[in-house]
């Protein structure tokens, strides 16, 4: 028996998910870094950087070979780059190849610097310049940090970790995720549902079901005593 088809019915259109997209400085265009983000599905917008070699969300990546980590840690550009980084609220250097080559090589001491030298010159990116570091073994490995970088998704911060300068909606949030399980989404949720504290304390347990689901058993709390 043939299949029957409904000519009525439309036919579903294929939902595309939107690559992640960064900005690469154009210099880092000839390195591996780029096809093996392309090859990781990113869109990768190349352009002129002022500061930093990658652009991903709010983040900006500063990335180093290990020869050129020397180099530039030699003639003081890193320092100026890591200057210049700080307009980011969030950093990052990346350092390229520790699987290839050693960080405190036999060629440094002909260089003048000393392993100590780049231990404390690692320590005053950290917590001079406020960057922290990663150390990746090749091109197909950082390019793995900035594609899962450019996927990840920003969770909202909650407003427990301190209560001063809280506005009158933030305290409103404040009070609500003073309660187990209630988080910023929820308790976002519930406000813009019922509104006022008021109205959220005095609903139904049943009510506020409807809103956030088995969640709201932790309300039960009200009706204790103490």
Not at 6 to 34: A, C, G, Q, T, W
Not at 182 to 206: D, R
Request: overall charge neutral; charged content about 35%.
């Amino acid at each position: 028996m043939n299949p029957i088809f409904d000519i009525f019915s439309k036919p579903k259109k294929e939902r595309k998910e939107e690559k992640p997209k960064i900005i690469m400085d154009y210099r880092e265009k000839n390195s591996l870094v780029y096809s093996e983000l392309i090859n990781l599905g990113i869109d990768v917008e190349v352009k002129e950087l002022k500061v930093a070699d990658y652009i991903v969300k709010d983040v900006a990546i500063e990335r180093k070979t290990i020869s050129d980590f020397i180099s530039s840690m030699i003639s003081k550009r890193l320092t100026n780059q890591l200057d210049g980084m700080q307009q980011y609220k969030n950093r990052l250097l990346l350092i390229e190849g520790i699987d290839e080559h050693e960080l405190y090589s036999h060629e440094i001491p002909e260089k003048g610097i000393h392993p100590n030298a780049i231990r404390g010159f690692l320590l005053s990116i950290i917590f001079e310049h406020k960057t922290p570091i990663i150390f990746t073994k090749d091109a197909e490995d950082t390019a793995k940090f900035i594609s899962v970088l450019a996927k990840r998704e920003k969770k909202e911060a909650s407003l427990n970790v301190s209560k001063s300068n809280l506005n009158k909606k933030e305290r409103m949030q404040f009070i609500l995720e003073g309660f187990p399980g209630i988080g910023p989404k929820t308790a976002k949720k519930l406000l813009s549902h019922f509104k006022t504290l008021k109205e959220i304390f005095e609903a139904s347990i049943e009510e506020l079901k409807e809103t956030i689901g088995v969640k709201a058993e932790i309300f039960k709390l009200l009706e204790e005593q103490y």
